[in-house]
C-alpha cells in the first residue's frame, strides 16, 4: 500500500504547524532567560538570608529559654530547701508537743 504525494504533504504540513504551535508557546531564548535566570538566582539569595535571619532568630531563642531553664532549676532548689525547713520544722514541733502531753499526762 503505497501513500500517495498529497497524504504525505498534508502529513508533514500538519507536522509543521503543530512544531509552530508548541514553540510560540514556549518562551523565546536570549535575554529573557538569562533576565529569568537573574531573578530566580536573586529569589534564592533573598530566601537564603532570611534563613540565615530566621536562624540566627532562633539561637537567640535558645539561648533565652537556656538562661530561663537554668532560673528555674535554681528556683526550683530554693523552693526544695524551704520545703525541707518546715518539714524539719514541723516534725521538731510535732516531737515537743508529744513530748509536752506526755509530761502533762505522767508529771502528777
Request: charged letters at 20%.
Amino acid at each position: 500500500m503505497a501513500l500517495q504525494f498529497g497524504t504525505i504533504a498534508k502529513i508533514v504540513t500538519g507536522l509543521v504547524e503543530g512544531a509552530q504551535l508548541l514553540s510560540s508557546g514556549a518562551p523565546a531564548k536570549g535575554s529573557n532567560t538569562t533576565d529569568e535566570k537573574a531573578d530566580v538566582a536573586t529569589a534564592l539569595e533573598e530566601r537564603v538570608s532570611s534563613l540565615e535571619r530566621h536562624e540566627a532568630d532562633q539561637g537567640v531563642l535558645v539561648e533565652q529559654l537556656a538562661v530561663q531553664l537554668k532560673e528555674l532549676a535554681a528556683a526550683g532548689d530554693r523552693l526544695n530547701r524551704r520545703a525541707m525547713s518546715f518539714f524539719i520544722l514541723s516534725g521538731i514541733a510535732l516531737f515537743l508537743s508529744v513530748v509536752s502531753l506526755l509530761l502533762t499526762l505522767f508529771w502528777r
